[in-house]
């Protein structure tokens, strides 16, 4: 699929049999960066259309032998997103409506202004970039319950997709927000490399991890000795993210007078860098990120309103993994594809259990979080399957102690049923009838196991 027909200089395909129209039609197209190729008749212009892909066509209606209408007809056969205007040299109304029915996108009237054509060829084009652009994202979202990098087939995160999805086909300023590792500069670069730019730079930018008195200069750069260190002139990430994307990470910790500047860009789209006096025009996308609480900074003096709004155009909050549990199994599957890859183990699946572990789990550090975990049960696992104790050995839980203290004293299989029917009435959250649902035991069963391993934690002390 040709994506970026604007990008890489358009063909129109000029057909009139009239030998001055084509000859002032294609020169003036010509001027304006086209690449055109003219038709003296309706049968030369279906022959052209049979050899090659045509952005557009600009079609006479009315020619002897082969009309506008088959020439219509033939490209939009051939090539159903290949534009096409025609061009009426009698004002006959009826038959230009004739040729929208049958699918062409518009029509002229001759004689028409040069002005008139260049804005209906270039709306035309710019149209149907953006149709497939929406197009083709709708498909990347439907196809699989993945975004970019991003999975999640939980309602909000498919939310968050289609969102995503509508704002990558715009150049609208994006704030990503939600928790530590809830996937926002995941989240970034999905967006960035599905938009119109993703043939340029994707600039990320940690505004956190920078000092205060360099990132200035980090951002919009410097003139040589603008300041002591400053032995050459330096671009700035914004002059580096030029016809691309930048992401600005963590943006609540930008110190005020930075954001004054920030403001200033976002304003007007230009800038100096530090120490110059030459105004610099910037031609990027902004995506900005932070697991702060703005409105709240915005109370405290800390963060500037107007910046606030400027950034906050579309936001997109990432919800926590808590509040979608349904794609712990989704994302701890994939994990464990990715590390059994990279570490090159056979470990094969995740068990019952375990799974269940994962969903009972709080996760403060969200999906962070649980891709480390899998990533260090892999490392742990020396069968094929991930288990409870590979993931208990990771948190700090008291079975967790006790497992592994048992491994190096060999814990008898009656003991082993014991710990089992504790850990997992820790799964069903203390619930003991759902307990033995898990362990397919009766009540007085688990009662017993329970007994017995408090009896011999009381002996072991
Ligand atoms: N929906 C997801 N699908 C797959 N991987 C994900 C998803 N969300 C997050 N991750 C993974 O989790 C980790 C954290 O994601 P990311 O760095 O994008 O989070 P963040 O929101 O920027 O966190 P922080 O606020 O701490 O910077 C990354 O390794 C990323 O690959
Ligand atoms: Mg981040």
Same mark, same amino acid.
């Given at each position: ?6 990008? %890489? ?13 084509? /000859? ?19 049968? &030369? ?17 009315? %020619? ?8 219509? &007809? ?8 290949? *534009?096409?205007? %025609?061009?009426? #040299? ?12 049958? !699918? ?8 028409? !202004? ?17 149709? +497939? ?17 991003? *999975? !999640? ?7 968050? =997709? ?11 300023t994006?704030l990503?927000l939600?928790?530590? !590792? ?10 960035? =490399? ?11 930018v940690n505004c956190a991890a920078i000092a205060e008195t360099l990132l200035e200069s980090e951002l919009f750069g410097h003139?040589?000795?603008a300041f ?8 700035g990430r914004f002059?580096?993210? +030029?016809?691309?994307?930048l992401f600005l990470d963590e943006i609540g910790d930008i110190p005020m007078a930075t954001q004054i500047k920030l403001l200033r860009v976002l304003q007007e789209r230009e800038f100096e860098r530090v120490g ?7 031609? *990027?996308?902004l995506i900005s990120a932070t697991n702060h609480n703005l409105e709240q900074a915005i109370q405290e003096k800390k963060f500037r309103e107007d910046l606030y709004y400027r950034l906050n155009v ?39 259990? /375990? ?9 403060? #550090? ?11 049960? *892999?490392?742990?696992?020396?069968? &094929? ?7 208990? %050995? ?48 009766? =009540? ?18």
């Amino acid at each position: 699929m040709n994506q970026s027909s604007i990008i %890489m200089k358009p063909t129109i395909l000029v057909v009139d049999d009239d030998a001055a129209f084509r /000859a002032v039609t294609s020169a003036l197209l010509e001027d304006e960066g086209y690449g055109v190729t003219c038709a003296a008749d309706g049968n &030369e212009a279906i022959a052209l259309l049979r050899e090659r892909h045509f952005d557009l066509v600009l079609s006479d209606l009315v %020619m002897t032998e082969v009309s506008g209408l088959q020439v219509l &007809e033939t490209a939009k056969t051939l090539s159903p997103r290949t *534009i096409v205007i %025609m061009v009426t #040299g009698f004002a006959s109304v009826e038959s230009a409506v004739e040729a929208i029915k049958r !699918g062409a996108e518009d029509y002229l009237t001759k004689p028409c !202004g040069n002005a008139e054509l260049l804005l209906k060829v270039e709306r035309a084009l710019v149209q149907r970039q953006k149709d +497939e652009e929406l197009a083709r994202l709708r498909d990347v979202v439907t196809q699989s319950h993945s975004f970019g990098n991003l *999975i !999640g087939k939980s309602p909000r995160m498919q939310q968050v =997709f289609r969102l995503a999805q509508q704002v990558a086909g715009t150049d609208a300023t994006v704030l990503l927000l939600g928790e530590t !590792g809830t996937g926002k500069e995941l989240l970034a670069r999905a967006i960035h =490399f599905n938009s119109p730019r993703r043939h340029g730079p994707f600039v990320a930018v940690n505004c956190a991890a920078i000092a205060e008195t360099l990132l200035e200069s980090e951002l919009f750069g410097h003139e040589r000795g603008a300041f002591t260190g400053a032995i050459r002139q330096k671009p700035g990430r914004f002059e580096m993210a +030029e016809k691309g994307t930048l992401f600005l990470d963590e943006i609540g910790d930008i110190p005020m007078a930075t954001q004054i500047k920030l403001l200033r860009v976002l304003q007007e789209r230009e800038f100096e860098r530090v120490g110059g006096n030459e105004t610099i025009r910037c031609d *990027i996308r902004l995506i900005s990120a932070t697991n702060h609480n703005l409105e709240q900074a915005i109370q405290e003096k800390k963060f500037r309103e107007d910046l606030y709004y400027r950034l906050n155009v579309v936001p997109i909050r990432l919800p926590a993994l808590r509040e979608r549990p349904e794609d712990i199994p989704l994302l701890a599957r994939h994990f464990l594809q990715k590390y059994v890859q990279a570490l090159n183990k056979p470990v094969a699946k995740i068990s019952e259990a /375990a799974l269940n572990l994962l969903l009972q789990h709080k996760w403060p #550090g969200n999906v962070r979080e649980l891709e480390n975990l899998i990533e260090r049960a *892999i490392v742990l696992c020396t069968g &094929e399957v991930i288990d409870v104790e590979h993931l208990l %050995m990771l948190q700090d839980r008291p079975e967790a102690d006790l497992l592994s203290q048992a491994r190096s004293r060999h814990l008898t299989e009656r003991q082993l049923t014991q710990l089992y029917a504790r850990i997992i009435l820790d799964v069903a959250a203390g619930n003991k009838k759902e307990a033995c649902r898990i362990l397919d035991i009766n =009540f007085r069963t688990l009662q017993n196991r329970l007994e017995g391993l408090a009896a011999d934690a009381t002996n072991e002390s």
